[in-house]
DNA sequence: CATACTAAGTTGCATATCGAAACCTAGATA
DNA sequence: TATCTAGGTTTCGATATGCAACTTAGTATG
């Protein structure tokens, strides 16, 4: 099988969806509107973002369809706006929960971890996981084997020949 | 409960992991070290990263543990080196494949995705997902209940009233 | 009616980070 | 002695970010 490195790099859907979430701020906003900062200041206040960026970053969020904004009316009050996940937004939390069970399992001091996360049914503890098809759960060290798809591009200029790709 | 935002945002461990990883590049390098790409000039060479970057987000990663960089000899060749995954930073696949696993399903195109994971072991498909301690498992767009932890810290300055929280 | 207040931005400018390309270094080779 | 190559470092211009002041439109206040 051909390295990896002969594959090109954009391609790939985690340099894809990098390019939409993958800079300083974006997780952030959406950890914030995931756990119902949804508010401008609000969001502004609380992560301590420039409102500039922070208005860049939700007409972004906006544009590529993670988030809805909506307007609102409390009575006796104006017109305002709000911003929620949509589906495909929501889809994103388990990339979220895989970021903070890292940082619980690995940068959290001896209190513990800063916050613990339930299944909304039950109250369960939720933990993030690799299972696969046949059933067997990958313990926190994955061993995976990686193999081309059937979108998989060759990288601009690079040589067919190649050796053994891991995993 | 007190909301979201009365909290610090900077203790939360995705804030911890994100000011970790959580730049343009750094999350690239890993998936590429995590995939055999392993020497400067072939992992600049297939991400097209400015070298000092690169050079600066290998000795930001190493100096973190989560990659480890290590001298080696080919015979009748000189001494060179090599960045691979650590312990930790093999905990950090999950976090790859959750980003994968969204920019397959909402940003493949036609052709469909542009790689494949499977299990070392039995060579199934892996999916990453959520469950919860009484073995639910929670779909792509799950309902997660979030509280403080015992590591959770009051934002400097918030009012110490407040109402309901989400998940 | 005039004034002030607030949420939700926008604008202008200073600073910090990034990228491209040239340069550097040390060991192997000719 | 000169050359090649991997693995960087330096320099400098281009981008991105942060800060603070300004804007806008409804709402409340005197």
Redesign the interface.
Same mark, same amino acid.
């Given at each position: 099988m051909r390295?990896?490195?002969t594959?090109d790099?954009d391609?790939?859907? #985690?340099?894809?969806?990098?390019a939409?979430i /993958? &800079? =300083?701020w974006t997780?952030?906003v959406l950890?914030?509107v995931a756990?119902?900062?949804r508010r401008f200041d609000?969001?502004a206040?609380?992560?301590?973002i420039a409102r500039n960026i922070l208005s860049r970053r939700l007409a972004g969020l906006a544009q590529a369809g993670l988030i809805e904004r909506t307007a609102y009316r409390e009575p006796g009050a104006r017109e305002r706006h709000e911003y929620r996940l949509s589906?495909?937004g929501?889809?994103?939390?388990? #990339?979220?929960?895989?970021?903070?069970?890292? /940082? &619980? =399992?690995?940068?959290?001091?001896p209190?513990?971890?800063?916050?613990?996360?339930?299944?909304?049914?039950?109250?369960?503890?939720?933990?993030?996981?690799?299972?696969?098809?046949?059933g067997?759960e990958?313990g926190?060290?994955?061993?995976?084997?990686?193999?081309?798809?059937?979108?998989?591009?060759m990288?601009p200029g690079a040589t067919p020949e190649g050796h053994?790709?891991?995993?």
């Open positions: 390295p990896y490195s594959y790099s391609t790939c859907s #985690i340099a894809r969806t990098l939409l /993958g &800079d =300083r997780l952030l950890r914030d756990n119902g900062v609000e969001i206040g609380h992560l301590g589906g495909p929501r889809e994103l939390v388990p #990339i979220l929960l895989a970021f903070m069970q890292w /940082g &619980d =399992r690995n940068l959290a001091g209190e513990g971890p800063p916050a613990l996360v339930r299944h909304a049914g039950c109250g369960a503890p939720i933990r993030v996981s690799l299972t696969c098809d046949q067997h990958l926190e060290r994955p061993r995976v084997w990686l193999e081309p798809g059937p979108g998989s591009r990288r053994a790709l891991i995993g």
